[in-house]
């Protein structure tokens, strides 16, 4: 037995799945999750002393790579001071002001401890400040495991099959309308048949958690323009795009503002955060400004606080933007060309560092793209890779990541890795 084999047999007595997140347990994969001892840079090293390059990067917040040294220095710094106050510190204005500065719809924004969090507050917000309590969503679009939300969700939930999860309260989902990703006609109907009840459409401006699925042309203006007709919110869930596709967020690189926006991950380089802002209109009704409730014991810890100023601060001395592009744009390439070769046929997306990989025929537009994809691909394609020394989201409903810290070396052998595991998942296809 591997010490990974050892410690997931223990994990399962005592954590259920023996994971502290769904996706993390490799059910759609099958084997056994590598037990990770540490990270550095692109890479990963496991319990068993094996080390691999990461397209993990703990899905998402990892944009510096593994153990940053200014990064840990910020955190090592703050700890020293004091881990917790419940007190409002500096380091909350200094990040919040940040945040404004750089991503275009933010006029005010309130620190929390997590994406779902973040999507959580958004919801309630905009639902006090409407009147109204139905909530749009989109097949695929996960926003966390808020209960409004947790329907025909992509990522972890679509991965195991339960896209819509037991417990939560039908008379809850009963004001949530689902519509396919960048189906524009369908939301113009929605909206013809109910635009007085609708609250909010909550969207990932590039969807991040069916593999990755960019926007058409069109689709985000066109929720622009059917929010404002209809005096509903537009909240763009940017946890996982925020900082991450441009320093100002898909908002920034797409040119479209939303109303709110949700933040995670990256503005936490690596500790636990999220954030929700907007119109100060909308944000000036939040407690204690206003009457929406909304709290929390660790809200803009000052350990999370220091990790994600030093991560923006270096993203904003060093703009990593075009090269991250570059690079990434070598592994989609040689993804594609490696398919090829192979005799394969897959779609790589991509946007920015973001990349999206799926055996099938045909661009990925929406969910029932992702859920028509070659499963069974997949799986020989990723422990192909893993055997390979090369970690990849042990699901085609996650997104890899590239990080600052992958170079071509680590592009070139994830390649040539990659050769071999598109051979495999196409010879027993
Ligand atoms: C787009 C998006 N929104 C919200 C969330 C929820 O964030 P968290 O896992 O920090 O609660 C996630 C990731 O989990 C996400 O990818
Ligand atoms: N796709 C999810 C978030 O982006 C993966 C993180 C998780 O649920 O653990």
Request: proline fraction near 6%.
């Amino acid at each position: 037995m591997s010490r990974s084999e050892e410690l997931f047999a223990r994990a399962r007595r005592w954590i259920p799945g023996g994971v502290n997140s769904p996706v993390r347990a490799f059910r759609a994969v099958g084997g056994t999750p590598p037990f990770v001892a540490r990270g550095e840079g692109a890479r990963l090293f496991d319990v068993d002393g094996r080390s691999y390059i990461d397209y993990v990067g703990s899905y998402g917040p990892l944009i510096l790579g593994h153990a940053h040294p200014r990064v840990v220095e910020a955190v090592c710094q703050a700890a020293r001071l004091g881990a917790t106050f419940g007190a409002p510190t500096e380091g909350e204005v200094a990040l919040a002001r940040v945040l404004v500065e750089a991503v275009p719809s933010l006029e005010e924004v309130r620190l929390v401890s997590s994406g779902t969090e973040a999507t959580m507050s958004a919801i309630r917000l905009s639902r006090a400040a409407t009147g109204r309590s139905g909530v749009v969503k989109f097949r695929g679009g996960y926003h966390g495991h808020v209960d409004a939300l947790l329907v025909e969700s992509g990522s972890g939930a679509s991965t195991l099959g339960v896209p819509s999860s037991p417990g939560v309260p039908a008379a809850v989902v009963e004001q949530t309308h689902l519509l396919p990703y960048n189906d524009l006609a369908a939301a113009q109907a929605l909206f013809d048949r109910s635009g007085a009840e609708i609250a909010c459409v909550i969207v990932e401006p590039v969807a991040g958690n069916m593999g990755v699925v960019p926007p058409e042309p069109g689709f985000l203006e066109g929720l622009r323009r059917l929010t404002r007709e209809h005096g509903a919110v537009l909240i763009f869930d940017e946890v996982i795009t925020g900082f991450r596709v441009a320093y100002g967020g898909a908002q920034a690189r797409l040119g479209v503002t939303p109303d709110l926006t949700c933040l995670g991950k990256v503005i936490g380089g690596g500790m636990p955060i999220g954030a929700y802002g907007g119109l100060r209109e909308l944000m000036e009704q939040v407690a204690p400004a206003g009457p929406v409730y909304q709290a929390g014991t660790l809200a803009g810890n000052p350990v999370a606080v220091a990790a994600g100023l030093r991560t923006l601060e270096i993203l904003r001395e060093e703009d990593p933007y075009p090269a991250l592009e570059e690079v990434s744009a070598r592994l989609a390439d040689g993804l594609a060309e490696a398919a090829r070769d192979a005799g394969i046929c897959v779609q790589v997306q991509r946007v920015g560092s973001l990349l999206g990989l799926f055996f099938t025929e045909a661009p990925v537009r929406d969910a029932a793209g992702v859920a028509a994809a070659d499963g069974a691909a997949f799986r020989r394609f990723f422990h192909a890779m893993l055997d390979a020394g090369v970690y990849l989201a042990p699901s085609p409903w996650e997104a890899w990541f590239v990080s600052t810290a992958h170079r071509a070396a680590e592009i070139d052998a994830t390649v040539e890795a990659a050769r071999r595991a598109f051979r495999i998942a196409a010879e027993r296809a």
